[in-house]
């Protein structure tokens, strides 16, 4: 009995928990639910974040190496004689084991401190490089979400639009009938009414393929359903054009990186002189034979300071320094051209905003007149002033009028996104759309 509750138990949990699966993948998905779900899945976001806590462990063990060393050894020694050096000192017998405890300090050491600092540099490095990442994965799915969306909206005006043809059909056969217009008029009717078929079939098989492509980028699997929540045009605003090249040439998490690499260049340019001078170390050992019982005189200790300084090493330091010095002088070359290319690149982003937000505006307002056109259209038809190919292309030109608003509001705010990536200030909160 009592395993029977527990399976049953179990069984109402996994039931439970499957409802849940189910209603989550059909509520419908905004855009910040898309991102939490791509940020959270997406490989190349995994991959980034672990070299960020490898930058940051590899600081912390750099950190690690300035600090005092405490080591326990052992040895055995093997002499052929017996000699009078005081125990621990070395080996004082045929055959000796010794064991000692040794605290170890380095005084001076440029190689440790300038590992210490490369490797602060480099966290900062990956934490850019990380940022960098999520903007792209952001772009990704902002670019796939927009997509969908006007897929999904296209299907509804080509059903619309095919419906329009359907009864226009229906009208110019009936005209036919009544022998008001010519069989003609019934025959281009009905193959608009196919082509227009066909462009809705095109348009779902559209649909459907984004829609994989968005649940590939948040980690699901393509036979997982989902929905996509209605969005609805906000009001939005764009700043000056001089006012996102600043921001970008502040916030560009490639030229953070370019940044990083030119301080730690520098950083290894002085690690090179300080490497002519003198390195000290510090050392104490304490420890005793272990052939006899732990009497003084079987312990001991020794204290060691060492200094080391280079003499001779065939230049080597000196062509370390050329080399340090022409990777500078590249990372600055790399800089210069990557302002440029920034600066371009908001340009063109900016400017493809404008249009796009131009073009919306004109849609917006052709849409009215369009669609007193069609009825306009309509009424003339039916009272023989207006030819049946006149209704034809007033009916394409109003759905094609709505089909290019549809894409100058999605294809703003893709452009839209485009300019705050290209700036350095995408981010998951879609504060950006404002």
């Given at each position: 009995?009592?395993?029977?509750?527990?399976?049953?138990?179990?069984?109402?949990?996994?039931?439970?928990?499957?409802?849940?699966?189910?209603?989550?993948?059909?509520?419908?998905?905004?855009?910040?639910?898309?991102?939490?779900?791509?940020?959270?899945?997406?490989?190349?976001?995994?991959?980034?974040?672990?070299?960020?806590?490898?930058?940051?462990?590899?600081?912390?063990?750099?950190?690690?190496?300035?600090?005092?060393?405490?080591?326990v050894?052992?040895?055995?020694?093997?002499n052929?004689?017996?000699?009078?050096?005081?125990?621990?000192?070395?080996?004082?017998?045929?055959?000796?084991?010794?064991?000692?405890?040794?605290?170890?300090?380095?005084?001076?050491?440029?190689?440790?401190?300038?590992?210490?600092?490369n490797?602060r540099?480099?966290?900062?490095?990956?934490?850019?490089?990380?940022?960098?990442?999520?903007?792209?994965?952001?772009?990704?799915?902002?670019?796939?979400?927009?997509?969908?969306?006007?897929?999904?909206?296209?299907?509804?005006?080509?059903?619309?639009?095919?419906?329009?043809?359907?009864?226009?059909?229906k009208?110019s056969?009936?005209?036919?009938?009544?022998?008001?217009?010519?069989?003609?008029?019934?025959k281009?009717?009905?193959?608009?009414?196919?082509?227009?078929?066909?462009?809705?079939?095109?348009?779902?098989?559209?649909?459907?393929?984004?829609?994989d492509?968005v649940?590939?980028?948040?980690?699901?699997?393509?036979?997982?359903?989902?929905?996509?929540?209605?969005?609805?045009?906000k009001?939005?605003?764009?700043?000056?054009?001089?006012?996102?090249l600043?921001?970008?040439?502040?916030?560009?998490?490639?030229?953070?990186?370019?940044?990083?690499?030119?301080?730690?260049?520098?950083?290894?340019?002085?690690?090179?002189?300080?490497?002519?001078?003198?390195?000290?170390?510090?050392?104490?050992?304490?420890?005793?034979?272990?052939?006899?019982?732990?009497?003084?005189?079987?312990?001991?200790?020794?204290?060691?300071?060492?200094?080391?300084?280079?003499?001779?090493?065939?230049?080597?330091?000196?062509?370390?320094?050329?080399?340090?010095?022409?990777?500078?002088?590249?990372?600055?070359?790399?800089?210069?051209?990557?302002?440029?290319?920034?600066a371009?690149?908001?340009?063109?982003?900016?400017?493809?905003?404008?249009?796009?937000?131009?073009?919306?505006?004109?849609?917006?307002?052709?849409?009215k007149?369009?669609?007193?056109?069609?009825?306009?259209?309509?009424?003339g038809?039916?009272?023989?002033?207006?030819?049946?190919?006149?209704?034809?292309?007033?009916?394409?030109?109003?759905?094609?009028?709505?089909?290019?608003?549809?894409?100058?509001?999605?294809?703003?705010?893709?452009?839209?996104?485009?300019?705050?990536?290209?700036?350095?200030?995408?981010?998951?909160?879609?504060?950006?759309?404002?």
């Amino acid at each position: 009995m009592k395993i029977l509750r527990v399976v049953i138990l179990f069984v109402l949990i996994c039931g439970g928990f499957s409802i849940q699966i189910v209603f989550a993948q059909h509520t419908p998905l905004r855009l910040h639910d898309l991102i939490v779900l791509a940020l959270k899945q997406n490989a190349d976001v995994k991959i980034q974040s672990g070299e960020k806590n490898i930058a940051k462990l590899q600081k912390r063990q750099a950190f690690s190496q300035l600090l005092p060393q405490a080591d326990v050894e052992a040895g055995y020694f093997k002499n052929s004689v017996h000699n009078d050096v005081p125990d621990f000192v070395t080996a004082n017998g045929i055959i000796e084991k010794t064991a000692w405890l040794s605290f170890s300090q380095s005084v001076f050491n440029p190689g440790k401190v300038a590992d210490w600092l490369n490797n602060r540099l480099n966290q900062k490095k990956q934490e850019s490089l990380f940022n960098q990442t999520r903007q792209n994965v952001l772009m990704q799915v902002i670019g796939a979400y927009f997509t969908a969306l006007q897929n999904k909206d296209e299907i509804k005006i080509f059903k619309e639009n095919l419906n329009a043809f359907n009864l226009l059909y229906k009208q110019s056969r009936l005209l036919y009938e009544n022998g008001v217009v010519p069989q003609l008029d019934v025959k281009k009717s009905r193959v608009e009414y196919l082509l227009q078929e066909n462009a809705l079939a095109r348009a779902r098989k559209n649909y459907r393929d984004a829609l994989d492509y968005v649940k590939e980028l948040v980690g699901l699997q393509i036979g997982d359903s989902i929905s996509l929540a209605h969005f609805s045009g906000k009001s939005t605003h764009l700043d000056s054009l001089p006012v996102y090249l600043t921001t970008a040439f502040t916030n560009r998490s490639e030229l953070k990186v370019l940044g990083i690499q030119a301080r730690q260049f520098r950083n290894q340019k002085r690690s090179v002189f300080l490497q002519h001078l003198p390195s000290a170390s510090f050392a104490a050992y304490y420890g005793w034979d272990t052939n006899a019982s732990l009497r003084a005189g079987n312990r001991g200790w020794q204290i060691y300071a060492g200094i080391q300084m280079p003499l001779w090493h065939w230049g080597n330091l000196h062509q370390e320094r050329q080399i340090v010095e022409i990777r500078i002088q590249q990372t600055e070359i790399l800089r210069k051209r990557l302002k440029k290319q920034i600066a371009r690149q908001v340009i063109n982003s900016f400017k493809e905003c404008r249009i796009q937000l131009q073009q919306m505006r004109a849609m917006r307002e052709s849409e009215k007149d369009a669609g007193d056109a069609v009825r306009m259209a309509e009424l003339g038809y039916q009272t023989g002033t207006v030819t049946n190919l006149d209704v034809i292309n007033t009916q394409k030109l109003f759905t094609e009028t709505r089909v290019r608003y549809l894409r100058s509001l999605y294809s703003f705010y893709v452009a839209k996104a485009h300019l705050y990536r290209n700036i350095g200030k995408l981010k998951e909160d879609v504060s950006w759309l404002r």
